[in-house]
């Protein structure tokens, strides 16, 4: 199928996508609406020689692809909000133990089991700060079934990268969505694998960091012995207790994706320059936000859209340096307002920030950003 | 005694450096972790070609002491991991290492599907009859009636049968013995380390810090006579009635099959789906 | 008997040498309990002490037994 367009689902772009990154590993358990991931999962990866395990839970299935990962493979799993609470445990080991894997949520409304069918992007926070302790983490959103594709293969590189976990956030309106994406082959697209350490070491330290931050990882039953630990612990791998090394740890867990911004973040503009006013979208409500800046353009406003592709680490630096000069900024979301806070933080106090905002299950539709736009107008 | 030397002397999958080790005086965990590196010894494998995993406990701080490679989870999720190990790598010889709370309690569900999958994993289940790392508080496996430090008057809970409950679930190599019986340990896991499938030896352990000292057996010796006094063999217990083997340990082999196990079948299903895309 | 602290015991015997790593021993007794021919007594810490070393037949049950990786048998001749 490589090389073709497809006029296919967001769920089967992101497993079309996860197979030319090399993937060979997924662990679910079916829930709407990602069922049709694991569905396609299950098909194509026994074709390329790759497996697909059916899991007990959602705990099992993060588990199992945590050690599908360091046994080697890439390996993803697909779930929506209830699932994704119960994996928060275990992306936390993720995190800790730095093994590199990605996490698809398929957002759907909730609290609990809410709307299963319906659409939602009110996991975002829930992204950002789900586990417990300090920590960064990645977090990628896909507007479209063509994003499906190509940002999940990002999705893959930088959790290669970095060895860590990535959340793929995608919500019911982009998975469920059908159109045409060009599926790209290998050869077509960047693919980065995990760093190995050297041969000849007179021992491997597996949590000893070079200067990007990132240790590299052994192959198990390769040179060298391996140890993953999920507690405090030293570059040995062994658990410590020592304040200075607990420190260190959390620090370097944090900074080697906090510092490596520049290279995790990725953002779309629409017509942003020159403009009066500002648009800042992510996932599915993009859609909505590039149609309500149209709509507004026959009014006569200059209005450009920011498309976050990266929602998590937050580019603020960006956010204020595109907005500061804007006459106001709206949000839409299909939440309460939670990245808003972010960009709250980020612009500066003079200039006018709305939301539009919609959590009844329904997608959010450009006229109500076009409400919340005319709210900035009025101030 | 000093053991004949084989290809890789079991000291060789031993972390000495780290010892003495953190368990308690006459916890039963240093007898069955050195019945497991001689085990280890008997089966010809290399270090670099044993993965152990453990979950949370005190039992899930026995890769401290190995020279294995090693992955330190969290608390009932050994399984799984193990799992997503072995079938990414399946020339690793994988091990998950558990406690009653990790394996049969938390991480009971897990239990009851890696048997089910009959992955081909071995999990070796130290049961010391409660929590002792947090402070001797029941677990699923605590006898009915005894005191632990949240079962002051007695727990309430009749307890788990691992073994049977293993057995049932489909595990195609169930054993069951005491660190009073020693030797089997060894033995045992040696057995399941040689099995196609998923394999499970569950060693029941003194725990004298707690759940001995709540229950009138405060040293060891007094515990491991507990067990001998305790347990008795699948074989006898086949001809007793139920309330005969009211509170015993039943010891021995519950099954040994051979069979399909999940990475057998799962070759096959790839086998499959290759010709379908062939053939599209 | 002198027992020093963090060092290797070792007690030779007619037949047989117990190495005894007293810094690894935590005093459980278990091989005070199950040595067939009650080779050792506890000091008052609990830690053995090989009081009958000639009566040792060499059967290695207090090394199979012992929790803490503290006891070695060994035959005489062998290092």
């Known amino acids: ?379 | 005694m000093s053991r004949r030397s084989k290809e890789v002397s079991w000291k060789a999958f031993l972390r000495e450096e780290s010892l003495p080790h953190q368990w308690c005086a006459g916890c039963g965990y240093g007898v069955i972790l050195k019945s497991m590196l001689y085990a280890f010894e008997k089966s010809g494998l290399a270090p670099k070609d044993v993965v152990v995993v453990t979950g949370i406990g005190c039992w899930g701080k026995a890769d401290d002491y190995l020279y294995t490679n090693t992955v330190h989870v969290t608390h009932g999720r050994a399984l799984p991991i193990a799992t997503g190990i072995k079938v990414a790598n399946p020339s690793l010889k994988v091990l998950a290492l558990m406690g009653d709370g990790d394996s049969a309690t938390i991480g009971g569900n897990h239990l009851i599907h890696s048997s089910r999958r009959n992955i081909d994993v071995t999990a070796i289940i130290a049961n010391n009859l409660n929590y002792g790392m947090t402070g001797g508080q029941y677990s699923c496996t605590t006898p009915l009636d005894s005191r632990t430090s949240t079962s002051w008057y007695g727990d309430p809970e009749p307890a788990l049968d691992i073994c049977r409950l293993t057995e049932t679930a489909g595990a195609s190599f169930v054993a069951r013995t005491t660190v009073y019986h020693v030797g089997t340990i060894e033995r045992y896991i040696l057995m399941a380390l040689s099995h196609e499938g998923f394999s499970l030896v569950e060693v029941i352990s003194p725990c004298p810090t707690y759940f001995g000292r709540y229950n009138k057996m405060p040293k060891a010796p007094i515990m491991l006579n507990w067990l001998k006094d305790k347990a008795i063999s699948i074989e006898r217990a086949k001809n007793l009635s139920e309330e005969e083997l009211s509170g015993a340990i039943v010891t021995g082999v519950f099954a040994d099959k051979k069979g399909h196990s999940f990475l057998s079948r799962y070759n096959e299903i790839q086998a499959r789906a290759k010709k379908d895309l062939e053939g599209e | 008997m002198a027992i020093p602290e963090g060092e290797i015991m070792v007690v030779e015997g007619k037949k047989f040498r117990i190495e005894m790593r007293r810094d690894r021993c935590k005093g459980c007794e278990i091989c005070v309990e199950f040595c067939p021919k009650k080779v050792f007594e506890a000091d008052e810490l609990g830690r053995p002490v090989p009081v009958r070393v000639d009566d040792c037949i060499g059967c290695g049950a207090c090394e199979l037994r012992c929790p803490d990786f503290a006891i070695e048998v060994k035959s005489k001749g062998v290092s």
């Open chain 1, 1 to 379: 199928m490589t090389g073709k367009i497809g006029f296919i689902l967001g769920n089967e772009a992101i497993v079309e996508g996860a197979l030319v990154s090399g993937a060979t590993f997924f662990a679910g358990y079916p829930i709407t609406p990602s069922s049709e991931i694991a569905e396609r999962a299950s098909r194509r990866l026994p074709q390329v020689g790759g497996y697909y395990l059916q899991m007990e839970d959602e705990i099992a299935s993060i588990a199992a692809i945590i050690g599908a990962s360091i046994g080697g493979a890439k390996a993803f799993t697909a779930t929506s909000g209830p699932g994704f609470s119960l994996m928060q445990e275990n992306i936390g080991l993720a995190v800790m133990a730095e093994v590199p894997c990605v996490i698809i949520n398929v957002q759907r409304s909730g609290p609990s089991t809410g709307l299963a069918t319906k659409p939602a992007q009110a996991d975002i926070m829930q992204a950002r700060w789900g586990r417990h302790g300090d920590h960064s983490i990645i977090a990628i959103s896909p507007s479209t079934v063509q994003e499906c594709f190509d940002l999940i293969i990002f999705a893959f590189n930088v959790a290669e990268t970095y060895r860590c976990p990535v959340l793929f956030m995608a919500d019911a309106t982009v998975g469920h969505l059908r159109e045409g994406c060009v599926l790209r082959s290998k050869d077509e697209v960047e693919i980065i694998n995990r760093k190995r350490p050297p041969e000849g070491l007179d021992e491997y330290y597996p949590y000893k960091a070079d200067e990007d931050l990132v240790p590299p990882m052994a192959t198990l039953g390769g040179h060298y012995l391996s140890r993953f630990h999920s507690s405090s612990h030293n570059e040995k791998g062994l658990p410590t207790s020592s304040p200075e090394e607990a420190k260190d740890l959390i620090k370097r867990l944090y900074d080697k994706i906090e510092k490596n911004k520049d290279k995790i973040v990725k953002y779309k503009t629409f017509d942003v320059d020159g403009s009066d006013y500002l648009l800042i979208a992510f996932g599915g409500a993009v859609r909505a936000a590039r149609q309500a800046a149209l709509d507004a353009k026959k009014r006569g406003l200059k209005v450009g859209v920011l498309q976050l592709q990266t929602v998590w680490p937050f580019p603020a630096e960006y956010v204020c340096e595109l907005a500061k000069d804007k006459k106001g900024v709206v949000v839409p979301e299909m939440n309460m307002g939670q990245i808003i806070g972010e960009v709250r933080k980020a612009v500066p106090d003079a200039i006018p920030v709305v939301g539009a905002n919609r959590y009844d299950g329904e997608p959010l539709a450009p006229y109500e950003i076009m409400k919340a736009l005319d709210e900035v107008l009025s101030l």
